[in-house]
């Protein structure tokens, strides 16, 4: 019995070569965890260009419960966002929605969502996707050095930031926008219009939910 023989490819971003086996059961998934309070374009945006730059089969957003941060942001029910991410993606089955940290409750913290969803689907190959500011804090993460060995770690190129670390990144270059979600909350509570920083289906949800109308909200 013949077998298909599987093959090899190499992605070339900035110069760090990524290794990826076609013909193989692995599914190269990457992950874009935030509150996502609400979702907007820059969200959107980070998400396809690195599927679509390091060639994964998917990425899926993946909102948190609870941020491990001392000073832990104020955000709306789950249930709301994920409605949002689910009415932003819409049409683009590149992208998805990972629902671990929701459904798991209590603190986000990267080690433990990885190492369930490592054990909920053994077959994937996980790329975390995080900010060129935030690569400067990973020696702060939870369990970083096991962490590491654990995930392909994805860095969004910021020009006012380094790109120096200890820990394996590869680095992905995407247009800048300087786009906020509690900026948006802000210019909801003032009134302001948002059109053009988010989907307008989302935008469409926000009003019939009437979210981010109070302060705090």
Known sequence: MNRKQAKNRTIIVDEVEVQMTEGTKRKQIGLL?????PVHYAHLIIA?????????????????FEPPHIDAKQTIAANYRLD?????????????????????????????TIKFLQEKNPDNDYYFIIGGDMVEYLPKWYKIDELSKMIQFVGIKRPQ?????????????????????????????????????????????????????????
Do not use: H
Request: proline share 4%; glycine share 6%.
């Open 33 to 37: 965890g935030g509150n996502f309070n």
């Open 161 to 217: 930031f380094l790109m120096e670390t200890n820990y394996p990144v590869i680095w992905i270059d995407i247009p800048l926008m300087d786009i906020s979600s509690s900026v948006i909350r802000k210019k909801i509570q003032q009134q302001c219009s948002v059109r053009y920083l988010l989907p307008q289906n989302v935008i469409n949800y926000i009003q019939e939910k009437r979210l981010y109308q109070n302060d705090g909200a």
């Open 48 to 64: 396809d260009q690195v599927a679509s730059q390091l060639g994964l089969d998917q990425v899926l957003l993946m909102p948190t």
């Open 84 to 112: 949002m991410l689910e009415i932003a993606i819409a049409g683009n089955d590149v992208l998805g929605i990972e629902q671990a940290e929701i459904e798991r409750k209590g603190k986000s913290y990267t080690y433990d």
